[in-house]
C-alpha cells in the first residue's frame, strides 16, 4: 500500500490508470481495504498573501507565477489522492451504517449482498478472455481476475443503491490551476477585466461540442459577471484542418476582429479555406493584412503556446473549460456553470 501511495504521487495519470486496471481493483476499492492503514492528511488551507517586504505582500499568485508549473501537477495527483480516499471513505461509512441498521458484521453484511450474489465463472468466460489476453496467463488467473471484476462491480451497485438512500456531501475544494499557465496577458478576452469570475476555455473550432456550448456561454455572460479568456487548442488527430481556423482567428485578433470572426468560426458548418475568408469578410477583418498574416503563418506561435499550456495542465479533450482555475466537471451545462460561478460569487453579487 506504501508502493501504491507512492505511485499515485509519482507516476503520470496514464500510468496511474494502467496500474490500477492491472490489479484489477477499482481506485475507491483498493483505498477502502487500505482506509485503517493508510489515513488520508488533512487539506491545506492557502492564503492570498504568502510573505511581504517592507508592508508589501507577495501573493499566491505571484508564487504560482514562478513555480506553478512545477507544483500544479503535483497538487492536481494529490488531489485525486484524496477525492478517491474521500470516495472510499463515503463508501466505507455507508456500508458500516447499513451494517449496524440490520444489526450484522460489515463481513456479513459484504457476504450476503456482494459475495453470494457473484455467479461462477464459467469455462465459456475463460474462453473468451483467453483469446484476447496475454497467451502465459493461465487460466486460473484469468478465472480469479474474472472472480475480481464481478466482486468489484456487484459491491460497486450495492454501495450505489446505499448511496442513494443518503445523503452525500463532498466538500473536498479541488485545486486551482495556476493564473501563470491559464491566463497569459495576450490570450483574447471578453468581459471585465476585474470580473470576480474568470472562466478560461480550451476550444477547437471543428468541434461540435465546442459549437454546442457557444449558446450556454452566451447566456452565462449575460447573467453574470463574468469574463472568458479563449485558448486554442485544435485536437490535429480529430480534426486535421481545425489549426487553419485556428490560424485564421488569431489574424483577426490582429486587427481586433477577434471576437466577430469566432462567433461566425462556430456558426455552420467547421470552415477551412476559402469558407474562413469568407468569414473574415464578414467580420469587417481587413483582407489584404489578413492575406499577408496567414502567409506569414503570424498566428501558429500563440496556438503552439496555448497547446503547450494544454499538456502542462492535462487538458486532453475540448471544450474544457476552467471556471477561477477549477476545472468544470461533467458535461459544459448551464446547471454546471451556474453552480460553479455562484460557488466564486459573494452573496450579494449573485444575479440568480
Not at 487460466?139 to 474474472?146: C, G, N, S, T
Not at 495576450?186 to 474568470?198: E, I, L, R, W, Y
Request: with cysteine; net charge neutral.
Amino acid at each position: 500500500m506504501v508502493e501504491l501511495a507512492k505511485r499515485m504521487v509519482t507516476d503520470p495519470p496514464e500510468v496511474q490508470v494502467s496500474f490500477l486496471r492491472r490489479a484489477g481493483i477499482a481506485p475507491w476499492a483498493l483505498l477502502l481495504l487500505a482506509i485503517i492503514a493508510a489515513p488520508v492528511d488533512a487539506q491545506r488551507v492557502a492564503s492570498s498573501p504568502v510573505a511581504s517586504v517592507d508592508g508589501v505582500a507577495i501573493t499566491a499568485d505571484d508564487l504560482d507565477a514562478v513555480i506553478g508549473s512545477v507544483t500544479w501537477p503535483l497538487d492536481e495527483r494529490l488531489f485525486q489522492v484524496r477525492k478517491q480516499a474521500v470516495d472510499a471513505l463515503i463508501k466505507q461509512r455507508l456500508l458500516e451504517r447499513e451494517a449496524a441498521r440490520r444489526k450484522v458484521t460489515l463481513q456479513s453484511l459484504i457476504d450476503a449482498e456482494v459475495t453470494a450474489k457473484i455467479g461462477p465463472i464459467t469455462d465459456e468466460e475463460i474462453d473468451r478472455v483467453k483469446t484476447k489476453s496475454d497467451p502465459a496467463l493461465s487460466r486460473d488467473d484469468i478465472r480469479k481476475a474474472l472472480l475480481k471484476d464481478k466482486i468489484g462491480a456487484e459491491l460497486t451497485r450495492f454501495v450505489s443503491t446505499l448511496e442513494r438512500k443518503s445523503t452525500v456531501r463532498v466538500l473536498l475544494d479541488a485545486p486551482r490551476a495556476p493564473r501563470s499557465i491559464l491566463e497569459p496577458p495576450k490570450a483574447p478576452s471578453k468581459g471585465p477585466a476585474n470580473a470576480p469570475v474568470t472562466i478560461v476555455e480550451f476550444t477547437d473550432f471543428h468541434c461540435s461540442h465546442c459549437q454546442a456550448a457557444e449558446a450556454v456561454l452566451a447566456e452565462v455572460l449575460s447573467s453574470y459577471p463574468v469574463r472568458l479568456v479563449h485558448r486554442d487548442l485544435p485536437l490535429e488527430n480529430v480534426h486535421p484542418r481545425a489549426k487553419e481556423a485556428h490560424e485564421a482567428a488569431r489574424c483577426a485578433e490582429a486587427q481586433g476582429r477577434f471576437w466577430p470572426f469566432r462567433d461566425l468560426l462556430f456558426a455552420g458548418e467547421p470552415k477551412t479555406g476559402d469558407a474562413l475568408k469568407i468569414a473574415a469578410r464578414d467580420a469587417h477583418v481587413d483582407l489584404a493584412a489578413y492575406d499577408r498574416c496567414i502567409a506569414a503563418g503570424a498566428g501558429r506561435a500563440a496556438i503552439e503556446t496555448d497547446a503547450a499550456d494544454a499538456r502542462r495542465l492535462g487538458v486532453k479533450t475540448t471544450p474544457t473549460f476552467f471556471v477561477n482555475g477549477r476545472e468544470l466537471e461533467g458535461a459544459a451545462t448551464l446547471e454546471a456553470f451556474t453552480a460553479a460561478i455562484r460557488n466564486e460569487l459573494p452573496r450579494n453579487s449573485r444575479t440568480k
